[in-house]
């Protein structure tokens, strides 16, 4: 009996321990209340600011990439591109005997498109290229002859969904030939139903070039045999398309827009919204954006103005262009970025 009865005494000891070790590490050591702070540790970095960009008292032509951090302009008859974030500049070479017709930013990315100008002794051609401003790079798009020395690139239009571009070439006496390139540089000259040509345009999801009639103040779009009508509107001008195709055209009277029309090529001619602005203003200062914001460009006051909202942004100096985010401006021959945020 004595041995049972130390056998028993131990087996319970031994229980006994067990059960304090678990219970230690379950209530201790692997307790979920435990409290263990940690801290983050980050990285400070310098916030980087944009260079101060010179801009000459002879540039001309200047414009801003569609983010607004390259700026480019003529000087002379050189082609110059200035990051706004690291201040390098580059001049576009071209050959001896070559000079810039057009030059247009993307709508979209940091690239351009540029018409260059060859006279020969025997012919003259337009080349239209490329320009990849981040690599520095030209490429090639696509010939055009023309047997008119006067001749120019007056506006090139692309859209970015279609990969289509169109170019307004004007002639002697302002006549007007609109070509075609397609995807694959394929080109086509364009029937028009003008032969005077003001405003062009395109759509970003359909292959549509939207042209104004100089003359009887009509606007046409390709494919079709009658103008854009209006109910109301008796001179109409072209204002631009958003990302989602819809069309925007101003009634112009006494030389200034009083109402904005907006719709799509189907919408019938009494089925347009109108918008209605504070006060009549010039067709050029009336900046449309991707998103189908609009914008007023007041130049005495250095204002913008979102239309649909009222709120107001100011800048300082010269209006140069409205960017996606900001406006660009020259003042004391720098450049000035105004957020619109």
Request: proline letters at 2%.
């Amino acid at each position: 009996m004595k041995v049972f009865r130390r056998i028993a005494v131990w087996i319970a000891i031994s229980l006994a321990l067990q059960f304090s070790g678990l219970f230690y590490i379950n209530n201790y050591f692997l307790s979920s209340q435990t409290e263990i702070k940690a801290k983050k540790v980050l990285k400070s970095e310098p916030k980087k600011e944009n260079t101060t960009v010179n801009v000459p008292q002879d540039a001309k032509n200047v414009s801003v990439s569609f983010d607004g951090r390259y700026v480019a302009y003529y000087q002379g008859n050189i082609l110059k591109v200035v990051d706004s974030k690291t201040g390098n500049e580059k001049n576009v070479e071209f050959k001896d005997g070559v000079e810039v017709s057009f030059y247009k930013w993307l709508k979209d990315r940091n690239r351009m498109l540029i018409a260059e100008k060859h006279d020969y002794t025997e012919n003259s051609k337009f080349n239209l290229l490329y320009y990849e401003v981040d690599k520095d790079i030209k490429e090639d798009v696509k010939e055009l002859d023309y047997s008119d020395e006067k001749a120019q690139i007056d506006d090139i239009q692309e859209s970015p969904f279609t990969n289509v571009i169109y170019i307004k070439m004007q002639n002697r006496g302002r006549r007007s030939n609109i070509y075609r390139i397609n995807i694959m540089k394929e080109m086509q000259k364009i029937y028009t139903k003008s032969y005077m040509i003001d405003k062009i345009g395109t759509l970003y999801l359909d292959d549509k070039l939207i042209y104004e009639d100089d003359i009887y103040h009509s606007i046409y779009v390709t494919g079709r045999q009658n103008p854009i009508t209006i109910e109301g509107v008796q001179n109409p001008v072209w204002i631009g398309a958003d990302e989602n195709d819809k069309i925007y055209i101003g009634n112009e009277e006494n030389g200034k827009v009083s109402n904005i029309y907006c719709g799509n090529l189907n919408t019938d001619e009494n089925g347009y919204q109108n918008i209605s602005l504070n006060q009549p203003v010039d067709k050029n200062d009336i900046f449309l954006m991707p998103s189908g914001k609009i914008y007023i460009n007041d130049n005495l006051k250095g204002i913008v103005t979102e239309l649909s909202t009222g709120k107001q942004y100011t800048y300082s100096g010269k209006f140069i262009q409205i960017y996606e985010g900001g406006i660009a401006s020259i003042s004391n021959g720098k450049l000035e970025k105004s957020s619109l945020n």
